[in-house]
């Protein structure tokens, strides 16, 4: 067989599997390998795995890496056989290692997990064993089997985070069909009010305008709960729900500046309904494309809506804009429209934040 790759062991040292079979000097049995297959080969086998394989002696120094030394040290064999362990890592590895090497050392099998940041912010998950290796009643150091379990970890991860969406998402629609509930209540009251005005006309100027208050507020109280669920679909970020809300109605381009996603979640609220209204004003146009831009700076939330022509409705984009009312702006905000319906119009809502 064709000699393989670079290993590293101390002088002298057989290469032997520790089991059933004739005591060897220490008093305990060796297994034989087969015929045909010595030391040498096993040392291949045991460099063609990816799982750093290592024996530590009782002093704390390697004695003995296969080939993977060069993926999990970053060393050849040859490079780190001799050395302590501790120089071999850096200050976290040190950190996470020296209480178990010692322990293992001590007789004591530890298993544990360590992540390795790799780089442009990628991590290996790393499982390390160590198996002490006694002899009689004493330690001769221990074997070290370093496996990349990264794949699992991430699998774990995912699963995870899927059970906490369905929990989420099953919460949610609890809560949507109660405010779907609520909502279709009040418009059947609206419906009995606006059913007796037809049947008692005489009394439609006094009635006509609670009826409207009333119907108003219950639209109001509406998109205030959907922008709710909208902002919860997407914990702990706001630019994630801006991003559904513009999707919803035009998926076009969106950007952000400054530290949007730390908005107070009444901040945000207004925010998602601010858009909604202004977007779904602009949409009746048909335009030809919206883009989107939030930013915080200087104490200021704007955001700006730039709507690209616009080949229907009965007036310019801004008009509507402009007529939305109080449904946009609450105390404090401000709304101005630049354009023509038929080029290009620049809306831009803000409103002072922190």
């Given at each position: 067989m064709a000699p393989g790759p670079e290993r590293a062991r101390p002088a002298g040292t057989t290469l032997g599997c520790r089991g059933?079979?004739?005591?060897?000097?220490?008093?305990?049995?060796?297994?034989?390998?087969p015929t045909g297959f010595d030391a040498e080969d096993l040392g291949e086998v045991l460099d063609a795995l990816p799982s750093l394989v290592a024996y530590v002696d009782a002093a704390g120094g390697l004695r003995y890496a296969n080939a993977a030394s060069r993926s999990w040290l970053h060393r050849t064999p040859a490079e780190v056989v001799g050395r302590p362990v501790e120089q071999l890592l850096d200050e976290a590895g040190c950190a996470s290692t020296h209480d178990r090497l010692l322990a293992?050392?001590?007789?004591?099998?530890?298993?544990?997990?360590?992540?390795?940041?790799?780089?442009?912010?990628?991590?290996?998950?790393?499982?390390?064993?160590?198996?002490?290796?006694?002899?009689?009643?004493?330690?001769?150091?221990?074997?070290?089997?370093?496996?990349?379990?990264?794949?699992?970890?991430?699998?774990?991860?995912g699963h995870a985070a899927s059970v906490v969406r369905s929990a989420?998402?099953?919460?949610?629609?609890?809560?949507?069909?109660?405010?779907?509930?609520?909502?279709?209540?009040e418009l059947f009251a609206i419906g009995l009010q606006l059913d007796r005005m037809v049947r008692h006309p005489e009394s439609?100027?006094?009635?006509?305008?609670?009826?409207?208050?009333?119907?108003?507020?219950?639209?109001?109280?509406?998109?205030?709960s959907v922008r709710h669920l909208i902002v919860e679909s997407q914990p702990g970020s706001t630019s994630g729900a801006v991003r559904y809300v513009v999707e919803l109605w035009s998926g076009g381009p969106v950007g952000f500046e400054g530290p949007v996603d730390d908005?107070?979640?009444?901040?945000?609220?207004?925010?998602?309904?601010?858009?909604?209204?202004?977007?779904?004003a602009a949409a009746r146009h048909d335009p030809e494309?919206?883009?989107?831009?939030?930013?915080?700076?200087?104490?200021?939330?704007?955001?700006?809506?730039?709507?690209?022509?616009?080949?229907?409705?009965?007036g310019p984009v801004g008009t509507d804009v402009e007529a939305l009312g109080p449904r946009t702006l609450r105390p404090g905000a401000t709304i101005t429209v630049v354009g023509d319906d038929l080029a290009r119009t620049l809306i831009t809502w803000r409103r002072p934040v922190g």
């Open positions: 059933p079979g004739p005591p060897g000097p220490s008093g305990e049995g060796v297994m034989e390998l293992a050392l001590a007789g004591t099998t530890q298993r544990f997990e360590r992540s390795l940041p790799l780089d442009e912010g990628r991590v290996r998950h790393a499982l390390i064993e160590m198996v002490p290796r006694c002899r009689g009643d004493r330690s001769d150091g221990c074997y070290v089997l370093v496996t990349n379990i990264t794949r699992r970890v991430e699998a774990e991860a989420l998402l099953t919460e949610r629609n609890a809560r949507a069909a109660g405010v779907s509930d609520s909502a279709l209540q439609a100027t006094a009635e006509a305008a609670p009826i409207l208050e009333h119907l108003a507020r219950t639209v109001d109280a509406l998109r205030g908005l107070a979640p009444e901040v945000a609220h207004e925010l998602l309904g601010a858009l909604s209204e202004i977007l779904a494309g919206i883009a989107v831009h939030v930013r915080v700076a200087g104490g200021v939330l704007v955001a700006v809506v730039t709507v690209q022509g616009g080949r229907r409705g009965d």
